[in-house]
């Protein structure tokens, strides 16, 4: 499906490998790594390099530091974090392709891993400024992307570099690309989507593309409100996107002239406001209250979604079914996290909320495939050219 080179085309013993990854993972406020997986999942390409006698160094970004050196953003958690995954030394240098960067890579031995400080502690990473990206290039042999989550972002270590190095895919983002690709290219049918959230105009192109290859869409959240709204139905006070209406309603159209089903919820948890201790009463879609607000899916909608899981060979699920932030209002995005857990179909979860209510539940090892980025990962199912991923094919 990708016009790209792999880590395996290359000869990669003795040579400086430029490896971006995605370690922009959550701390808690004492600074510790709350969620680890993002670095375990690039533990297979850094094993890799290392027996292949590459010496590899590591561009990564945390957080949003915006073009400053701020220590709250500093990648020292990760560098200890990766050091007890590796079972080896890793040095995180002070600065980004600096002088102390440049003193340790001369340095280095076949298997060394070397870290850079924070990337975006630098202008011109999110500028994708060609200066900083031929520094970052000047480094390396080889500039390798394994940085999913980032490869919808156009900035030097993501895309800009690439035009100065030889360069390719790491093996997490073969991986992501082959599971997401193929779910698109050829799933094994039925083939169920659950769609959640709330920004339906984030959405709204994912949902139109995956109408052309799913069976049926089932939509919660806040999102299910403009649909239903588009059916003509009372929501009361829940949230709507009133200039998406027209567009939720062409949508419905084009998924019945696709055979396609877009299975709505048929009922609610419904509260008076927007609160975590709110008092609610569960209604259906008829008889939705004129002063009430949807604030999750009801136990006849987790029924009926559980159904379709049930009988697909293939699911795909992004987005949150309710306020699940608020315990209260989690169990329609928690009970359809535990019927994927235990579906016979093909199971991935794309990012965001819903990846993080299955860790929640530790049921991470009962799904098939946990996308490691939300945004990039809805981006390629929509049919977005990924920056990312251009920079690296377009070589060829
Ligand atoms: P998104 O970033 O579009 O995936 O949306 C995630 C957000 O949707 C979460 O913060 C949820 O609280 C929110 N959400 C889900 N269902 C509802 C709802 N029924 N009403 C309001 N917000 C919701």
């Known amino acids: 499906m990708f016009n790209k080179q792999t880590l395996k085309d290359f000869e990669l013993k003795g040579k400086k490998v430029l490896l971006r990854v995605d370690f922009n993972v959550p701390l808690n ?44 953003f500093s990648l020292k958690p990760v560098a200890e974090r990766l050091r007890e995954l590796l079972k080896k030394p890793v040095i995180l240098t002070d600065d980004v392709a600096g ?53 919808h972002r156009a900035h030097a270590s993501t895309t800009k570099v690439a035009e100065y190095l030889p360069s390719c895919a ?69 949230i709507i996107e009133k200039d998406k209406i027209t567009l939720a309603r062409l949508l419905l159209e084009k998924a019945k002239t696709q055979n396609v089903k877009i299975v709505l919820p048929v009922d609610h948890i419904v509260t008076g406001e927007f609160s975590f201790s709110a008092d609610y009463v569960v209604s259906t879609t008829k008889k939705f209250p004129r002063t009430g607000m949807g604030m999750d899916i009801g136990p006849k909608t987790i029924k009926l979604f559980e159904h379709y899981i049930n ?56 799904i098939d495939f946990v996308s490691t980025g939300g945004g990039a990962a809805l981006k390629l199912l929509e049919g977005v050219a990924l920056p990312g991923l251009q920079a690296i094919s377009e070589k060829l």
């Open 29 to 72: 406020s004492n600074l510790q790594i709350t969620n680890d997986k993002r670095i375990r999942e690039t533990l297979p390409t850094i094993n890799y390099l290392i027996e292949q006698g590459a010496k590899i160094i590591i561009v990564s970004h945390l957080g949003r530091p915006e073009g400053k050196v701020k220590a709250e």
């Open 99 to 151: 002088p102390d960067t440049f003193k340790y890579v001369r340095a280095m031995k076949e298997g060394d891993v070397v870290m850079m400080e924070n990337v975006r502690f630098d202008p011109g990473e999110e500028a994708n400024d060609p200066e900083f990206a031929k520094k970052l290039a000047s480094l390396a042999d080889i500039y390798c992307n394994d940085a999913f989550g980032t490869m």
């Open 170 to 238: 790491g093996l997490l983002v073969e991986k992501e690309l082959s599971v997401l690709g193929g779910a698109l290219e050829n799933p094994a049918r039925p083939f169920v989507v659950i769609i959640g959230g709330a920004k339906v105009k984030d959405k709204i192109a994912l949902i139109s593309r995956l109408i052309e290859v799913a069976d049926a869409v089932l939509i919660g959240g806040a999102m299910a409100y403009t649909f239903l709204r588009a059916q003509g139905h009372n929501v009361g006070k829940s």
């Open 311 to 366: 009988k697909a060979k293939t699911v795909f699920w992004n987005g949150p079914l309710g306020v699940s932030e608020f315990q209260r209002f989690a169990t329609g995005t928690n009970e359809i996290a535990k019927t994927l857990a235990n579906a016979k179909a093909y199971t991935i979860v794309g990012g965001g909320d819903s990846a993080k209510a299955i860790e929640q539940l530790n049921l991470q090892n009962k």
